[in-house]
Nanobody
């Protein structure tokens, strides 16, 4: 059974930092990533990192502020969020896919497996 379990959500201050973690189990994933959904908005891509890749990719809205990384030995993916803004407030979802095709996934329908989400609130 595949499981993705996020942690690290909570309250952050503008300009501050938070680190999200996602531990996966059940299989090995080629691509792991993060999406977020703000109140009243659609879920949107944040960042993703392919298997054995040193080149992650990001949404323009978080580029330069967020860093995604993964520990393949622990089947985990992380999201370091710096310079937080109120507009980063959202439920953050870990996403993963096991297809090995070289495709850089960034759309919701392209990820087969999802976590339950963790709330991040940025407010002073």
């Amino acid at each position: 059974q595949v499981r993705l379990v996020e942690s690290g959500g909570g309250l952050g201050q503008p300009g501050g930092s938070r680190r999200l973690s996602c531990v996966a189990s059940g299989r090995t994933f080629s691509t792991m990533g993060w999406f977020r959904q703000a109140p009243g908005k659609e879920r949107e891509f944040v960042a993703a990192i392919p298997w054995r890749s040193v080149v992650p990719y990001y949404a323009d809205s978080v580029k330069g502020r967020f860093t995604i990384s993964r520990d393949n030995a622990k089947n985990s993916v992380f999201l370091q969020m710096n310079s937080l803004k109120p507009e980063d407030t959202a439920v953050y979802y870990c996403a993963a896919d096991d297809r090995i095709d070289g495709y850089l996934r960034r759309f919701e329908a392209e990820f087969r497996y999802w976590g339950q989400g963790t709330q991040v609130t940025v407010s002073s």
